[in-house]
């Protein structure tokens, strides 16, 4: 068995009294969202594909194996970048050296230079900010860093853990067009997670829907949204609001989602529409 042009995985077992029962495919190519409510799983699917959580099943990237009944790839042998809801810059250093970890990273392992310094300053817009302290830069400059030195160490597979919950807009729409520029000129795979649907929609082209540990659905973003849209177009009730980042929370049955800030009070219902969020 091999993932052939695909990324394939199966993950079945429990890790700190959660269960997760999961096997998706994913294109080797574009944005895949890994989607639901907080909860179900997706950083533990995260983990698990990165080696940092063992849990019985495979792991086929293309034709390498990664995990299976007879071997485990460890972590720093993947070749895999991660990028965390928080940048996690080192502070002591300019924005330079903390690119320069990344690249050092690659070097000690001695990976292939795909992604080249320069390119990747460029592809990001982040000329401006090399000589600057890291403690002095907003949000959106943070998370374009963090991007920027998980790519120079030059990995095959880029997983994202909601590295955008905490922008504004603006620096959203930034970090959005830099993905699409990664796409175009690294055609870097990169697997998403999100529980904000306007995300899921803006970004991907395949998506994996789970909730409580396990899969709903997965395939082409449009044919998912569809799907999605059919099984959560009844009300759902605001039972919070984050004005700090802009974002209202709904609950539909046992799901709670984040949608764009409402002005609703909560425990109002409303209509969600996939198409629209």
């Known amino acids: 068995m091999s993932g052939g042009k695909n990324i394939k995985a199966f993950f079945n077992g429990s890790i700190d009294n959660f269960n997760l029962d999961v096997k998706f495919t994913m294109p080797i190519e574009g944005i895949t969202a890994l989607f639901g409510p907080s909860g179900c799983g997706k950083t533990t699917i995260l983990r698990c594909l990165a080696g940092l959580n063992k849990l019985p099943g495979y792991l086929f990237f293309g034709d390498e194996v990664w995990q299976n009944e007879n071997q485990f790839i460890n972590a720093h042998e993947r070749s895999i970048g991660y990028v965390f ?38 592809l990001l817009g982040i000329q401006h900010l090399l000589e600057r302290n890291t403690v002095s830069l907003s949000g959106g400059e943070r998370q374009r860093i963090a991007i920027g030195r998980a790519i120079l160490a030059q990995p095959k597979f880029l997983l994202m853990d909601e590295p955008l919950s905490a922008l504004d807009k603006v620096s959203k729409r ?40 396990k899969k709903i659905t997965e395939g082409p973003a449009t044919d998912v949204l569809a799907q999605l849209k059919l099984s959560t177009s009844l009300s759902a009730r605001i039972v919070g609001h984050d004005l700090e980042k802009k974002l209202t929370w709904v609950q539909y049955k046992e799901q709670t989602l984040s949608i764009p800030l409402q002005d609703n009070p909560i425990g109002a219902l409303l209509k969600i529409d996939f198409q629209s969020y």
């Open 85 to 122: 809801q928080e940048a996690n810059l080192f502070p002591h250093l300019s924005v330079r050296k903390n690119l320069n970890y990344g690249a050092q990273r690659a070097k000690a392992h001695y990976l292939k230079e795909r992604f080249h310094f320069n390119d990747v300053v460029e």
């Open 174 to 213: 930034n970090i959005f067009f830099c993905f699409e520029k990664l796409q175009r000129e690294f055609k870097l795979p990169i697997l998403y997670v999100s529980h904000d649907i306007d995300e899921v929609a803006k970004l991907s082209g395949h998506i994996i829907a789970l909730d409580n540990g």
